[in-house]
C-alpha cells in the first residue's frame, strides 16, 4: 500500500515508539473487526493500520488499536502478515491494541476509523465482537496506567496540560515531538555531508521527549520511586530498538538512542521525569515530473587517421544503435 504524500510519520512514529511500552501497561485487547473494500479490485491490507474507536460518539484518540498480523500470510520474524479484501467484498480481520490495559475492552458493534483514511478501504470498520482479554497490571506491580501522544507538557502548566492529554490515570507517559534535525547536523558544504544519502533523498533525526508522570497521595517517596522506576524500565524497552515488537520500523538508520535522562519538575503532587529520544528516518522527494521515453542510444568511436604526406581516413571501431531497453 502506497504512502501517501501528506501521510504524518511524525505520528506514527509516536505510536509505535508507545506501542513498544505494552508489557508495562498490561494484557492488550485483542478481537476482530470487519472491513469494507469500497472498489473494484482487491486491496492489500497490510498489518499496523492505525485505528481509532468512537466511544460516546467521540474518536478516542487515547485507545488506539492496530491492525494484527494474518496467521495465514505470517512469515517468521514478524514479516509479512497481509490481508487482501476481495473487490466490492469485506473481511473480518484481527486487531489488537497498541497498549494494554481494561479500558481497551470494547462492545461488539464499537466503531472503528481508520487514521490515517486508507484509499479503497471504507473509513469505519467495525467490532465483531466483545474485546474482553484487556487487563490491567494487579495492585502493587510497577504499571504505566496511561501513555499518550500529547502537544507538550508545560512545567508551569502540568495539571491542564495532563487532563488535555487524558493522562486521566497516573502513573503515566507523555510522549511529545520537539523538532526534526538534519542526521549528520548543520553541514558547511552544499553537499550535505552523509544527510544526503542520494538526489532526492535525505536522513533526518526525529526528536522527542517522553515525560513519566507519577503521582501518589502516600508519600514522596512513593511518588519519586515510582516515576524513576518507571523511567528505567521504559529505558530497557525503547534503547538500542531498530523495530518494534509488533514489526513497526522505528529508524532507517542505526537504532532508537535515548540522548539524556533528567527529573523535570517536582511538584505537591506529581514527580515529573524527562527522557529525550531520537531516531533517523530517511525522507524521500516526491516528484511528479515527466520525461520523455529514451527510445535508443547510438555508439561511435574510431581510431583517427593518419595526416598528410601519407593522409588515411579514420577507422571505424564501432557505430551501432542500441534500443532502449536492450532487446533479448
Do not use: C
Not at 514478524?78 to 470494547?106: E, Y
Not at 544526503?196 to 519519586?224: P, Q
Not at 505537591?268 to 528516518?281: C, G, I, S, W
Not at 598528410?308 to 532502449?324: C, F, K, N, R, S
Amino acid at each position: 500500500m502506497a504512502t501517501p504524500v501528506d501521510f504524518d510519520v511524525i505520528e506514527a512514529l509516536a505510536r509505535a515508539i508507545l506501542g513498544q511500552l505494552a508489557p508495562l501497561s498490561g494484557d492488550r485487547g485483542t478481537g476482530t473487526a470487519t472491513v469494507e473494500n469500497t472498489s473494484g479490485a482487491e486491496v492489500v491490507l497490510p498489518p499496523n493500520m492505525y485505528l481509532l474507536p468512537v466511544v460516546g460518539g467521540e474518536l478516542a484518540d487515547d485507545l488506539v488499536f492496530k491492525v494484527a498480523p494474518n496467521p495465514a500470510t505470517e512469515l517468521p520474524h514478524g514479516k509479512g502478515g497481509d490481508w487482501t479484501i476481495p473487490p466490492g467484498g469485506s473481511l473480518s480481520v484481527a486487531i489488537r491494541s497498541n497498549l494494554g490495559g481494561a479500558r481497551h475492552n470494547l462492545s461488539a458493534g464499537t466503531v472503528l476509523r481508520f487514521d490515517p483514511l486508507l484509499e479503497s478501504l471504507a473509513d469505519e470498520a467495525t467490532v465483531d465482537a466483545d474485546i474482553t482479554d484487556g487487563a490491567d497490571r494487579p495492585e502493587g506491580v510497577l504499571a504505566l496506567r496511561r501513555a499518550v501522544y500529547y502537544e507538550d507538557l508545560d512545567a508551569s502548566a502540568i495539571e491542564k496540560d495532563i487532563a488535555d492529554g487524558r493522562l486521566a490515570q497516573l502513573p503515566g507517559a507523555m510522549l511529545v515531538w520537539t523538532q526534526s534535525t538534519p542526521a549528520e547536523g548543520r553541514t558547511a558544504t552544499t553537499n550535505q555531508g552523509s544527510t544526503r544519502l542520494a538526489d532526492g533523498m535525505r536522513a533526518f533525526t526525529e526528536n522527542y521527549r517522553l515525560f513519566v508522570v507519577s503521582s501518589s497521595f502516600a508519600s514522596s517517596g512513593k511518588r519519586r520511586g515510582d516515576g524513576a522506576r518507571l523511567m528505567q524500565a521504559i529505558t530497557r524497552l525503547l534503547t538500542d530498538q531498530q523495530v518494534t515488537t509488533d514489526g513497526e520500523q522505528l529508524t532507517n538508520m542505526g537504532s532508537l538512542e535515548i540522548v539524556n535522562r533528567s527529573r523535570f519538575v517536582r511538584g505537591e503532587k506529581h514527580y515529573v521525569y524527562a527522557m529525550t529520544l531520537r531516531v533517523n528516518r530517511v525522507i524521500s522527494r516526491t516528484d511528479a515530473r515527466t520525461f520523455l521515453p529514451w527510445l535508443r542510444t547510438r555508439l561511435q568511436q574510431a581510431l583517427p587517421g593518419r595526416p598528410a604526406p601519407e593522409p588515411t581516413t579514420p577507422l571505424t571501431v564501432v557505430d551501432i544503435g542500441v534500443p532502449i531497453p536492450p532487446g533479448p
